[in-house]
C-alpha cells in the first residue's frame, strides 16, 4: 500500500499529515476499517477488491455499448398508428408510448420552412418562399423543399460551420513568441469542407483526405483535395512544441472522429477506457513520423496569372532578402575577422562552464553555438598535441605586456620540441612578427579561413561550419527578431496580397518513420520502452499489425473510416441528429468511452449508423432520413399540457421540437440577409466581420484569431479555436442584449431594411409596417402587432420632434424586430 500511494501520480505521501487526518477520522468516531477505505477512494489505492474490479471492468469493456459491433435493429411495428411515417419515428414512437405519452402535432408549415431553412441553410427564408410553401397543395412539398434546400451552395456554408467547430479552425496559430502568428492558407482547408459537403463527398473519404491526402493525391494533378490535410495543421502551436503539438492532433482525431479521449493515456493508463499509455505512443509515433514541409504545395494554377506574376516577384524579392541575410551570418562564422575572434574567446573560456562561455561570447557579440564548437576543438586538439595549435597555445599562454620580447624565445622553444610545429605557421609568425596575442589570431585567422584548393588549415573550420538553413536558432536575440520582422511582413504578403495562390497546409511522411518511445509520466526527456506504430488495441486488438507504409497515416486512416469500425460513424450520425434535433442521442457526443452517457435510443442510434454505411457514408442522405421523419417535423409545444414536460423535462424521448437559438454566425448572417446586403460571394481568404469597417460576406468566412478572440465571439458562445469543441455553450448573458441594441451591424442592417426602395415608395404607415415584418420575420403582422407599431412609430415621432435624433423611427422599428425572440430562436 506505501509502495502504492508513493507512485500515485497526483498525491505524494511525504506531503501529506497523515497522522492528522487519522486523527480527524478518530475524532468523529470512524473505525480505522473505514479509515482505510477512505483512504482507499481518496488515493485510488488498489485493494483486492478494486483490483478485481479494475480487471473486470477492463475485460468487461469490449461489451461496451459503443466498442460492439453496429447491428441493423429491426425497426418497432404499430398497428393504427398513422403518426410514424418512417423508421426513425418508430424507435421514437416506442420509447413515447412506454412512458404513455404521445408526440407532439405536426409543426404549422410557416414554422417548418422556418426551421428547415436555418438548419440547413443558416438564415430564414423570403416572405415569398414562406407564402408559396404554405399554399402549396403537393403532398411531397415539403420533400421537394429538402432536396432544393440540400442542393444549395449554401448548405455546405452552414454545416462546414459545424465541422469546424470539431476541427478547432482558426487563421492563426495562437502565442508563437515573435514570429508570424498567421496562417496565410488555413482558407483553403475551410473552402476544401464547404465544397466537400456540397459535393457530398463519402465521410469515410472525407475522414481518409483529412488525415492523409499526401499519401493518396502523390501522382494526381488533381491537387485540390490536400487541403483537407488542414484539419490537422491549423490547431494552436503551443510555442512551437512538438510534443504539445501531437497531442493536439492526437485529440482532434480520436475525440472528433471517434469520440475517444485517448489523449488522457499520455502520462499514464487510461482511467476508464481500454487505452494503455503504449497504445497512446504507437499513435504518437505515427504523428511524429510525420512532418510539414518547408515548401506548401500549390492546389492548383493560380486563376489570374498576371496578378499571380506580381505576387511571385514580390515574394521573391523578399525571401531572397530572407535567405541573403542567413547566408551572410552563416558564412561569417569562417570569415578572417570572425574566425580570429572565436578562437580569441573560446582560448579564454578554455575551462569556463557552458553557461559562463555563453556570456562571455555575449559580451564580445559572437554567438554561443560557434563559440561552444571552438572551445571543445581547442580543447581536443590541446589534448591530442596538435602540431597546428602548438604555438597559438605557446603563445597564448605569454603576458600581454612583454609579449613581444617573449615571441621570439617561445618561438625557439617551439622549434626544439620533440613534437614539431607546422612549418608554415612558424614561418609566417617569424616574419609577421605580431605584437599581440590579438595579431597572432589574426594571423591564425588568415591561414584557417583561406579557402584555396591547396590550403591545408581550411578543414580546420568543418566543425563551426553552420549552413544557412540551420544558422536561425543559433542567432543572437537582434539577428533572430531582424529576420522574424522579414519573415513577418513575408506573411502578411502572402496572406492579402490578390495574386496569392491557395496552398495546402500538408503533413508529409518523413523519410525514414520514427519509432516511438513512452515518454515516462509524458515527460520527453524520460523515455521508457519501445512500442510499433500500430492502431488501438481497443479496436482491432490481436489482429492488429505494426504500420509499414510510411508513417502508418494513411493506415490510421483506413481503420478509423472502416466499415467495421463500431465507433466512427455511430459519432457522425450523432452529431448529425443533435444540430438537426437540439439535443444528441449520446449527450457526450465527443466522449463514447466507457464513462460517457448511454444513448436515449440506442437502437435508433445503431439503425442510422448501420444505415449510414450502407447508404454509402452520405451525409445529405443521413440528413435528409432525419429531416422526412414525422419526429423531426413535430411542434415545440407539448402534446399534453404539462405531462410530457414532468416526466421527461429535458425531452430526451423527442415528444417535441426543441426550441433552438440561433448561434452567432446565423444570427448575423440572417440580420444580413433580411436587410439583402449580404456578400454572397463564396469561398477566399477571411475577412475582418467586428471592425468598424466590418465585411458583409457569410460569418463563415470571418477571420478567427485565435490568439485574441473578438469579445464579440465570445458572447455569443461561438467555439473555442483552442481546442477540438464537441457542442457549444448555451449562455444569457447582459452583452448579449447590449450587442443587438448598440452594435454598428445591427444599426446599420436596420437603416438599410428601412430604407430599401421599397420601403421607400410605400406612403401608408400600415404598408410599411407590413414589409418590415415580411423582410424581417417572413410573415404578416397581426391586427394588434399592426397597431402596437403604428402607436410605436407615432409616440416615438411625438418624443423626437425638435430634436436632432439620428436615428429615424422606421430604423428604430426594424431594430426592434431584428430583437425579437421570433428572429433570434427557431421553434
Known sequence: ????????????????????????????????????????????????????????????????????????????????????????????????????????????????????????????????????????????AYAKLVDNLLSSPEFGEKWARHWLDIARYADTKGYVFQESREYPYAYSYRDWVINSLNQDLPYNEFIIYQLAADTIIKNNKNKKDLAAMGFLTVGRRFLNRNPDIIDDRMDVTFRGLMG??????????????????????????????????????????????????????????????????LEKRSKELIKKNYVGKYLLTASEGLNLSTDQLKKLASSKSLLHEPTIRWRDHLKAKKKSEDPIYAAWFKLFSLKEDSFTESLQISLKDLEKNEREPNKTILSLLKEKSPKSIKETAQIYASLLSDTKATS??????????????????????????????????????????????????????????????????????????????????????????????????????????????PLTSRVWVNRVWGHLMGSHLVSTPSDFGLRSDHPSHPELLDYLAFN???????????????????????????????????????????????????????????ILYVSEKIDTTMYGRPVDITSSNYSTRRSIYARIERQNLPPVFRTFDFASPDVHSPKRPETTVPQQALFVLNNKLIQDQSTAVANSKRFIQLTEDSDKITLLYQQILSRDPSNEELQDSADFIVSTQKQTKGTDTNYPVWDQLAQALLSTNEFIFID
Not at 56 to 80: D, V
Not at 510 to 533: H, S
Request: with cysteine.
Open 612 to 670: 449510414f454505411i450502407k447508404g454509402g457514408w452520405s451525409t445529405k442522405k443521413l440528413i435528409r432520413s432525419i429531416l422526412l421523419s414525422s419526429t423531426y417535423k413535430q411542434s415545440s409545444l407539448d402534446s399534453k399540457e404539462g405531462e410530457a414536460q414532468q416526466i421527461d423535462p429535458e425531452n430526451r424521448l423527442f415528444t417535441k421540437a426543441n426550441r433552438k437559438r440561433l448561434n452567432f454566425e446565423s444570427f448575423r448572417d440572417s
Open 456 to 565: 591545408e588549415f581550411h578543414k580546420e573550420l568543418d566543425h563551426v561550419i553552420i549552413p544557412s538553413s540551420k544558422i536561425f536558432p543559433l542567432l543572437e536575440t537582434r539577428g533572430q527578431q531582424h529576420v522574424r520582422n522579414l519573415r513577418k511582413n513575408l506573411a502578411k504578403i502572402k496572406t492579402t496580397h490578390h495574386g496569392a495562390p491557395a496552398k495546402a497546409m500538408v503533413l508529409v511522411d518523413r523519410p525514414a518513420p520514427r519509432e516511438p518511445r513512452i515518454f515516462q509520466r509524458g515527460d520527453p526527456n524520460n523515455k521508457g520502452k519501445k512500442v510499433p506504430r500500430q492502431f488501438l488495441g481497443l479496436l482491432e486488438n490481436r489482429e492488429r499489425t505494426p504500420y509499414t507504409d510510411g508513417s502508418g497515416r494513411i493506415q490510421m486512416a483506413r481503420s478509423i473510416a472502416s466499415d467495421t469500425n
Open 260 to 325: 475517444l479521449t485517448v489523449a488522457c493515456s499520455r502520462c499514464h493508463d487510461h482511467k476508464y477506457d481500454p487505452i494503455p499509455i503504449s497504445d497512446y505512443y504507437s499513435i504518437y509515433g505515427v504523428f511524429d513520423s510525420s512532418v510539414e514541409p518547408s515548401e506548401l504545395p500549390l492546389l492548383g494554377p493560380p486563376n489570374d496569372l498576371e496578378a499571380y506574376n506580381s505576387f511571385k516577384s514580390i515574394i521573391d524579392s523578399k525571401q531572397s532578402e530572407i535567405d541573403s541575410y
Open 1 to 140: 500500500m506505501q509502495k502504492s500511494l508513493i507512485s500515485y501520480k497526483f498525491m505524494k505521501v511525504q506531503e501529506l499529515n497523515l497522522k492528522s487526518l487519522f486523527t480527524f477520522f478518530q475524532l468523529f468516531k470512524i473505525g480505522h476499517a473505514a479509515i482505510i477505505s477512505a483512504l482507499s477512494v481518496l488515493f485510488l489505492l488498489p485493494n483486492a477488491d478494486t483490483g478485481r474490479a479494475i480487471s473486470e471492468e477492463t475485460s468487461n469493456s469490449r461489451k461496451h455499448w459503443a466498442f460492439s459491433p453496429i447491428k441493423n435493429p429491426l425497426p418497432p411495428q404499430f398497428q393504427q398508428d398513422h403518426w410514424a411515417q418512417t423508421n426513425i419515428d418508430r424507435f421514437i414512437l416506442r420509447k413515447i408510448k412506454d412512458e404513455k405519452l404521445s408526440p407532439s402535432e405536426e409543426a404549422p408549415r410557416n414554422t417548418l420552412i422556418r426551421r428547415i431553412y436555418f438548419d440547413l441553410l443558416g438564415h430564414p427564408p423570403k416572405y415569398n418562399e414562406t407564402q408559396s410553401f404554405i399554399k402549396d397543395p403537393d403532398p411531397n
